[in-house]
């Protein structure tokens, strides 16, 4: 119905990560004039995955959706441009990467949107955290400067995870992770190029800056195969000499350690002062905001109990945009947790330019509580906490101390 396409297309916008925008290179036009006096923008597309056949919108396996009417990167911006009074001219040019097109489609172009996408499945590992055809966005820069003409590089990437960015993130003047996008990929995409809809989502994850940046083992991960599997020894499905027979032989167990304990993710950079290509929580926007007037209150003040801890948010920009409040809980300094900070709430609030919400979060005695194995339970930890409160994990804007005893 039309009613779940707009669902569709709001969500997927909505769900939009604004890693980077120099220079407020996005939104393509000035929200707060008047869309009609600015000249036409020549936009161009490149990628394999800008239009179909090579468009990813989704996972594969128990992840794979077949979209009933899937909308490219492509196809929306050339609908666009074809709409009544849109900034966007009316020849969008594209090429799948072709070295022979690309200096002719980049050629005379405002803005290139370059897409990157992978795709994933259960039963295959990705062999790489480099995303397609990456190698554009250096290609086009160059090109770029040899033209010696103003123009705008938006680097748009689909992906089931964190990838890697650092060989070209600094050629691009913004990057949009979509994540996987959904059928209205292409028209959610115009809706943040164009600032209908101000990106408000944040990292779910640390985007590090080389492969396996924490180490991890083969004794971690896949861990040590059974010391007895030869290759008389098979198992999985063995096809048998008598088909009826056919059957699943396990293997004996694979043996993988945990050896991190808690160190994964962010807690893991912050305990070893790396600092990642994009930080966990991490998530920009076309308004700016503010925080202030932490507190925190409630039982849990000299005491056993849990506590509320409230910071005032507000919007600082010209537009109305949304933000993600986090609260990150760290450990009195005799703990074992005591090297890194862990995320204990998150909070969105809606805000027009200059106004302000409260938000809140409730502190229970979980939150501050660690797991005794020798006694196979939750028990609160004694000592002084640190509550801080921001927009990721690397951008705290304030904190306060928290004593329990």
């Known amino acids: 119905s039309k009613e779940h396409v707009a669902m569709a297309r709001s969500f997927a916008a909505s769900a939009c990560i604004l890693l980077k925008n120099m220079n407020n290179a996005l939104p393509l036009v000035d929200l707060n004039l ?40 492509l196809e929306a911006l050339r609908a666009e441009s074809s709409s009544s009074g849109s900034v966007i001219a009316r020849e969008v040019k594209y090429t799948n990467g072709s070295t022979i097109d690309l200096d002719n489609v980049v050629a005379g172009s405002d803005v290139v949107v370059i897409v990157l996408a992978q795709t994933s499945s259960e039963g295959k590992d990705r062999l790489t ?35 890697l960015t650092n060989k070209w993130s600094s050629h691009a003047d913004a990057i949009i992770d979509m994540g996987f996008p959904g059928e209205q990929e292409g028209n959610a995409l115009v809706d943040i190029l164009l600032g209908r809809i101000n990106p408000a989502g944040k990292l779910p994850h640390t985007m590090p800056n080389v492969w396996n940046e924490v180490n991890m083992t083969e004794r971690q991960y896949p ?24 059957k699943f032989v396990p293997c ?16 893991w950079y912050e305990h070893y002062g790396v600092v990642p290509s994009f930080a966990f929580g991490h998530g920009l926007s076309y308004t700016t905001f503010s925080f202030s007037g932490m507190s925190i209150v409630g039982a849990g003040e000299g005491g056993e109990g849990g ?24 450990y009195p300094e005799d703990s074992d947790e005591s090297t890194y900070k862990q995320l204990r709430g998150f909070a969105g609030v809606q805000l027009a330019p200059g106004a302000s919400s409260s938000v809140t979060f409730v502190v229970t005695k979980r939150w501050i509580s660690a797991w005794m194995e020798e006694k196979e339970e939750w028990e609160v930890v004694r000592g002084m906490f640190t509550m801080s409160v921001g ?15």
């Open 34 to 73: 008047d869309p009609s006096i600015f000249p036409k923008l020549y936009v161009s597309v490149v990628g394999i995955a800008g239009d179909a056949p090579g468009a990813i919108y989704g996972g594969g396996g128990s992840g794979a959706v077949v979209p009933k009417s899937a909308v490219s990167v």
């Open 129 to 163: 955290l480099d995303l397609p055809q990456s190698d554009l966005v250096s290609e086009v820069s160059k090109i770029i400067k040899n033209s010696q003409k103003q123009c705008r590089i938006v680097v748009v990437t689909i992906s089931p995870g964190p990838y």
């Open 223 to 246: 861990g040590i195969p059974p010391s007895n599997l030869t290759k008389e020894r098979h198992c999985g499905f063995v096809p048998p000499s008598n088909p009826p027979n056919a």
């Open 252 to 267: 004996l167990p694979t043996e993988a350690y945990y050896d991190e304990k808690m160190l994964i993710g962010y807690r």
């Open 307 to 330: 506590c509320n801890v409230t910071v005032m948010v507000t919007n600082t920009g010209n537009v109305e945009g949304s933000e993600v409040a986090q609260l990150y809980v760290t």
């Open 391 to 405: 927009s990721a994990s690397d951008d705290i804007r304030q904190e306060k101390m928290f004593l329990v005893n």
